[in-house]
């Protein structure tokens, strides 16, 4: 049996990556003798943790875990863009090569705040370089410094170093999956179901009642959102349309989650709507889960994203809940009968936001048909039993091979600086192996057959956005 050392953040941290491995653990814990490997701020306390639940998992803090780690078959990263969670995996990653179960294209807001925010700007302009040379590296960090960094940071991931040391890596959709091929050719892929997977006891009805009747009354129509509040959740879009639609009917709006967003509250002030949409704050995860059961329909809309495929979203389907989402490239296998998208930074994005919002306050047979459709595709396409025998296959596929890989992994960090030679250090390159072979300065005929093509192909090596 393997014996495999998985790097994550776990409940109680709040993150969907938590609740996702979590549906995972259940399955990789009978496939592997398994150790996970947390930041050590926490203890976990899922209920798959406890004793009852008869699983052997043992739990390392990172600084016990960097003793041990030469006892482990192969290392998993459970990785996302989130510096407090997962600077301690980016780290380890420096020391051991493993496989990536990677959430976020973008890594750029954590590497940035590992170096620059600690100080050390020479260390982020160091992993610049790598992923994009010199040149592009000043001109990011100019960029910075005028502050454009949300842009630079969509454009430029900063992922290329963590994709060139790994030895795999595991994805949730096949949008992701290509763009980690393109950077990384030749890095096996995995592309994963998201599992179904919900935390604590299912709400019996009389919870779920409670939960209604603290929204609205036994007859409205009750809309939800759920997650962190930020600016890609896109609510002033959402309070609009929910602002216009209480004129016409009898519905609420509960936002179930964290707000991130500095000025919801004085946006809920300027639109009337402070007493009118209910705000449940932080949720521990059951609790989070129950108000799941209680809305007739979510709003989850998303955008910029990131690459990886919002969690949430899964979870209500799940459960039947009709969900109006933004029509992205993560979201793109999500069934037209399941949901309704909507096409975000369009010139009627509101209103068609409205529009479907509208069309599930007063058609239930809408809703019912979308939850039953739902169900079925949830049942079939995210069991977490199915992704996590897909993940431990990849897991024993990566491991039987694992030399080989490793050997590989060094040869793209080769290729990846040796990639950023700029054109003086491709002629002077050139330079030394025609002398060494006998050229010499005045020999110009020989010289102009041969500086022409290296002149070529020093600007085809240059990087993107050098040239």
């Not at 406890?50 to 290392?75: N, S």
């Not at 892929?189 to 939960?211: C, K, M, N, S, W």
Request: some cysteine.
């Amino acid at each position: 049996m393997l014996r495999i050392a998985l790097l994550t953040p776990l409940t109680p941290e709040r993150t969907a990556l938590a609740d996702v491995i979590e549906g995972y653990l259940p399955e990789l814990a009978r496939r592997f003798e398994l150790t996970v490997v947390t930041s050590g701020a926490y203890k976990p306390t899922a209920a798959i943790f406890r004793p009852e639940a008869g699983l052997r998992i043992r739990v390392l803090p990172y600084t016990q875990y960097r003793t041990l780690a030469d006892q482990f078959d192969l290392a998993l990263y459970n990785l996302g863009d989130e510096p407090r969670l997962h600077g301690y995996m980016l780290d380890a990653m420096q020391e051991r090569a493993g496989v990536l179960l990677l959430h976020d294209l973008v890594l750029h807001h954590s590497i940035f705040v590992l170096t620059w925010g600690a100080g050390n700007q020479a260390a982020y302009r160091d992993e610049l370089v790598y992923s994009y040379g010199a040149e592009t590296a000043e001109a990011i960090i100019a960029g910075v410094l005028a502050g454009d960094f949300e842009r630079l940071a969509s454009r430029y991931p900063l992922v290329e170093r963590v994709l060139d040391r790994s030895l795999a890596a595991a994805v949730f959709n096949a949008g992701l999956a290509e763009a980690v091929a393109s950077l990384a050719p030749g890095l096996p892929i995995e592309t994963l179901p998201l599992p179904f997977y919900l935390p604590g006891e299912l709400p019996d009805e009389a919870r779920v009642q409670a939960l209604r009747r603290q929204i609205g009354s036994p007859e409205t129509v009750i809309f939800g959102t759920f997650g962190l509040f930020n600016s890609q959740k896109r609510l002033e879009l959402t309070l609009e349309a929910y602002q216009r639609l209480r004129r016409e009917i009898n519905c609420a709006y509960v936002l179930v989650g964290s707000a991130l967003d500095p000025d919801l509250t004085a946006r809920l002030n300027e639109r009337n709507l402070l007493d009118d949409v209910v705000r449940t704050g932080w949720l521990e995860p059951a609790a989070f889960s129950e108000y799941m059961y209680a809305v007739d329909a979510a709003v989850q809309l998303r955008y910029p994203h990131v690459g990886g495929i919002p969690y949430t979203p899964i979870r209500l389907l799940g459960l039947g809940v009709p969900t109006i989402i933004s029509d992205i490239a993560p979201q793109a296998d999500l069934p037209s009968d399941a949901v309704i998208r909507i096409v975000p930074e369009a010139s009627d994005e509101g209103e068609a936001l409205y529009r479907a919002m509208y069309r599930l306050a007063v058609d239930p047979m809408q809703r019912a048909s979308m939850s039953a459709a739902s169900r079925v595709y949830i049942a079939r396409q995210h069991d977490p039993r199915h992704g996590a025998a897909r993940l431990a296959d990849f897991v024993e596929y990566i491991a039987a091979q694992k030399e080989q890989l490793a050997e590989r992994a060094q040869l793209r960090q080769r290729e990846r600086t040796a990639g950023r030679k700029s054109g003086n250090d491709v002629v002077a390159m050139a330079g030394q192996a025609l002398a060494a072979m006998g050229v010499r300065a005045d020999d110009t005929e020989v010289l102009h057959h041969v500086l022409k093509p290296i002149a070529a192909m020093a600007r085809l090596a240059q990087p993107r956005g050098e040239g």
